[in-house]
Structure formats: C-alpha cells, structure tokens
C-alpha cells in the first residue's frame, strides 16, 4: 500500500475519532431534562433541548446552538420564541434537574435510616420521597415543572428505605417488625425486654 494512502487513511480516520467524540461530548452535556423559569408566565416548566442537532452543529461550528425538544407547555405552545434557552446557555449544569436534585439531596438525611446522602447513582440506586401524608413517590413520578414545590413539601428517602417501606406498604402480612434502638456511636440494636 502506497505510503499516500496510508497518510489518507490514518487522517481519515483521525477526523472521523475526533468527530465521533465532538458529538458525544455535545449530545453528553445537551441531554437530560432541565427545569427553567418560562419568560412568558414566570412559571417553573421542564425542557429537554434538542442533544443530537446541538452536538452535530459542534462538529461544523464553534458557538453552542440549543434548541428545544420538548417542554411541559408544548404543544399548545410550541411556537413560543424559546428565550429560556438564555437560563440554560447562562447556567448549563445549574437548570439540569438532576444537578438540581443532587444539590438538595446533598448533606440531607434519610428520613428512616437518617444516613446522610453522599454520592448518588442515578442508574441503578435513586432515591426517592416521602410526601406529608407519609406516600412514597419516586421521582419518575414528579412532573419536572412540580419539582420546587415537591422538594419544599417532601423529605428525603434513600434507596434501600424505599425498597424496604414499599416492600411494607405492599406486603404488610410478610413483615414482622422489631423495635430497635441506636447507642452512643450510632449502631442499631434490638430491644431485649
């Protein structure tokens, strides 16, 4: 193989690598849902921006271009001016709801095991809500445009104590329950009476 070809092929390649990772980075920070203030209404609503147009545009120019995908308001809406892509392009991590949840669940406690929240995984462990009325709510189940008033109403619930009271909830005749009591270091201990 002539050694030209060689240098085409290498470059090729090169470009194409570099593009592939322009676009996984662009569509990486692009996606996920995002929670803004609507400059129509001054109501909290949720967004998604549209991920894969924005990182394909990081390929052939260097400004960020954002776009809207989907917003709690459309479709009555969806012809709106989306000038609350100004929040996002202003605090791209900071209107992320994840980010925003992770924020408030940060130093809190858990309300039935009362360890504090440190690192949360989002893929396989999510933590969940205990409402006033004592309902567990995940938070597949919170609207994002409901999220301020869901986190001033509700405390925090960590993943093993959801699995645990809603395996209680649904199973009430398969629970046997044992008082306990925590010592001076924090450890459980079974009331011996």
Known sequence: MPLLLQLT???????????????????LRRSGTRVIT??????????????????????????????LKDCSRWPEKQDCDQACIHQIEQAPDGCRL??????????????????TFAFIHWHDHRPALRSPEGKLVEWSDVEPEDVYSTLDTHAPVCFNCFIA?????????????????????????????
């Open 38 to 67: 609507c400059p129509d209404t001054g109501e909290t609503e949720g967004v998604e921006i549209d991920a894969f147009r924005g990182a394909v545009a990081d390929v052939f120019r260097p400004v960020p271009h954002l776009r």
């Open 9 to 27: 092929l290498i470059i090729a390649a090169i470009l194409i690598v570099a593009a592939v990772l322009v676009l996984a980075d662009g569509w």
């Open 165 to 193: 009271e809603s395996f209680r909830h649904e199973h009430p005749d398969m629970v046997v329950n044992r008082n306990w009591d925590r010592d001076a270091g924090g450890e459980y201990h079974r009331h011996t009476h």
């Open 98 to 115: 994840q980010t925003l949840l992770e924020r408030w669940y940060e130093g809190k406690a858990c309300f039935w095991c009362e360890k």
